[in-house]
């Protein structure tokens, strides 16, 4: 069984900084792409970053500049930096794996709220 447990997330004010990290555990195959994603209230989920496993990432417009994702392929896991954080930052935030398999596999997920 594969788990994804994702850590890091808070609240912060506008401006501040978090560190998301999210690790995999279980029976898995080599890890191909690993990604954040967010929803927030009302909101469709939307790809935040996501990184191969050679290191090519690529951001959502909305996050370039502030966010920057990377990975430990020893440790299965991902991290994403988010800094200068704002309001519309505010979701609960997923990573996803994709295995050279091709199975995905999700996390619960970690709130982050950004409010003064």
């Known amino acids: 069984q594969v788990q994804l447990v994702e850590s890091g997330g808070g609240l912060v004010q506008p401006g501040g900084s978090l560190r998301l990290s999210c690790a995999a555990s279980?029976?898995?195959?080599?890890?191909?792409?690993m990604g954040w994603y967010r929803q927030a209230p009302g909101k469709e989920r939307e790809l935040v970053a996501d990184?191969?496993?050679?290191?090519?990432?690529n951001y959502a417009d909305s996050v370039k500049g502030r966010f920057t994702i990377s990975r430990n392929n020893a440790k299965k896991t991902v991290y994403l930096d988010m800094n200068s954080l704002k309001p519309d930052d505010t979701a609960l935030y997923y990573c996803s794996i994709r295995t050279s398999l091709q199975n995905v596999y999700w996390g619960q997920g970690t709130q982050v709220t950004v409010s003064s």
């Open positions: 990184i191969t496993r050679g290191g090519s990432t």
């Open positions: 279980g029976t898995i195959a080599s890890i191909n792409n």
